[in-house]
């Protein structure tokens, strides 16, 4: 099966820049995603890794290195509506032919003044 | 284009009633999944559906039934609730063209079992 970790929390304050990271054990890696999750609504898709590297968007990169089963989400300029739970999320090509994907436990963001 | 639709958003239920909570996609994708949420735990796969017609489990499928008969919908059926299954449910559907592949959920479920 799949195992992913990351903090269960993080802290910064506005304008700054935070790294949330994901640690994972596949055992057929596909891809990892990253999802933002605010209070009571529903999560919501921010990017996706299948190669190693660096993906931007906007203010949100993510970055993957396959050899080390590691990625994180790069959120700059941090505004207060970024306060948020974050997800990262893998897909196993050696579970369900790679249609599953599994969610980590996510890391509450929380931005301060 | 509404995207991903569920109902109802809240419901309770008494043990041992069953009940069916609705998921509709209008983006003809064909990959559609079901999620349950519980505090501190994630996103549970209960089961997931690779078109019209083929549905298979995932990680927590114990009490839930689905069906695909159209690209459309996915519904998700409790036989026999019970309190383990308050949680909030998530239905989702993916889109996989291309190299990028996006997850849309639905405004979710929220199910109280007494």
């Known amino acids: 099966g799949q195992s992913l970790e990351q903090p269960s929390e993080v802290t910064a304050v506005e304008g700054a820049i935070v790294q949330i990271n994901c640690t994972y054990q596949?055992?057929?890696?596909?891809?990892l995603s990253w999802y933002q999750q605010h209070d009571g609504g529903a999560p919501t898709f921010l990017s996706y890794?299948?190669?190693?590297g660096l993906e931007e968007t906007g203010r949100f990169s993510s970055f993957l290195s396959r050899s080390d089963s590691y990625g994180y989400l790069l959120l700059q300029e941090l505004q207060m509506k970024d306060s948020a739970s974050y997800f990262c999320?893998?897909?196993?090509?050696?579970?369900?032919?790679?249609?599953?994907?599994?969610f980590g436990t996510g890391t509450q963001l929380k931005v301060e003044l | 284009n509404a995207g991903v639709t569920q109902t109802p958003k809240f419901q309770v239920l008494k043990t041992g009633q069953s009940m069916t909570l609705q998921c509709a996609q209008d983006?003809?994708?064909?990959?559609m999944s079901w999620y349950r949420q519980d505090p501190g735990m994630g996103l549970r796969l209960i089961h997931y559906s690779v078109g019209a017609g083929i549905t298979d489990q995932g990680e927590v499928p114990n009490g839930y039934n689905v069906s695909r008969s159209t690209t459309e919908d996915f519904p998700l059926r409790l036989l026999s609730a019970a309190p383990s299954q308050t949680s909030v449910y998530f239905c989702?559907?993916?889109?996989?063209?291309?190299?990028?592949?996006?997850?849309?959920f639905g405004p979710g479920t929220r199910l109280l079992v007494l």
């Open positions: 983006m003809n994708h064909e990959y």
């Open positions: 890794n299948a190669l190693d």
């Open positions: 999320a893998v897909r196993d090509y050696n579970t369900g032919g790679g249609n599953k994907l599994t």
């Open positions: 989702a559907s993916r889109d996989e063209t291309g190299d990028q592949e996006t997850q849309y």
């Open positions: 596949t055992s057929g890696f596909y891809g």
